[in-house]
């Protein structure tokens, strides 16, 4: 059995940890309620968006745009969505996990290139020799707005130079702060929202034409796409990081009980045995 001082050691150490460990959970609660936020009011634009491409994207061939335009999948290009810092549960971990399962899905004669956001997706792809076309490290304090921006000219030069033949985005969607679900959805070329004849087409007078608009309309669906993207992965780092360390307070908690029960349980058998020598002391002189 452990001595009373190792004992009480190892108490403070947890208290101490478990101290950190609230304090990143009420911060990381406080950041999550902003990024819930940010998510819920960019919802219903992003969506209108896709809604009104629909209806334009009716109207005018695939051939209108070159960023409408599927062509054979050669080479793809992957834009991945981590965080900078661990300690929020499996978040990092199951964004790798599926990233890992699109690059086997590709096959080896698909030539596949990463673009990622996040030093842990960054540290990870680098240890296994993965080439990494982009890097984004540090953008934490970062506008999501101009991070968005820049993506988009990127992704949407890589298609357009034929260095990639079709662009996805891996990210965490944020239903709540118990559940991030890792999602991967085509960013280029643009998805139109839907089959043809599905749904109303809803008539609308253009100024300028159809196809002015799209070469207007279609970099800013890809910028939006990305901004959405990453609002919803921040508010997922946050939740995911709120439960975690929510749980290692409660961990540190139990840890805390059961060593004060065994703290008292030493010091009592140390009390015990002191009393027995006493006791056998004093009937040794007698």
Known sequence: MATLKVIRKRIGSIRNTQQITKAMK????????????????ARPYAEKMAALLKNLSARVSAEAHPLLMGREEKKAHLLLLTADRGLCGGYNAN????AEGFLRSQGAEKEVHLTIVGRKGVDYFRRRQVEIADRYINVTNR???ELACELA????????QEEADGVYILYSRFRSAL???PTIEKLIPVATGGEEGEGEITEYLFEP??????????????????????LE??????????????SA??????????????MNRARQASITRELLEIVSTAEALK
């Open 26 to 41: 009420m911060v990381s609660a406080a950041k999550l309620r902003r990024a819930q936020e940010a998510v819920l009011q």
């Open 209 to 230: 034409g159809v196809e002015a608009l799209l070469s207007s309309l279609l970099p800013k669906v890809v910028e939006v796409v990305i901004y959405r993207a990453l």
């Open 153 to 160: 000219e990127k992704m949407i030069g890589r298609f357009r």
């Open 249 to 262: 307070t409660t961990n540190a908690a139990e840890m805390i009980s059961s060593l004060t029960l065994q």
């Open 233 to 246: 992965a921040s508010a997922s780092e946050h939740g995911a990081r709120m439960t975690a360390m929510d």
């Open 143 to 145: 506008p999501p707005e």
């Open 179 to 181: 559940s991030q679900v």
């Open 95 to 98: 964004l790798i996990r599926a």
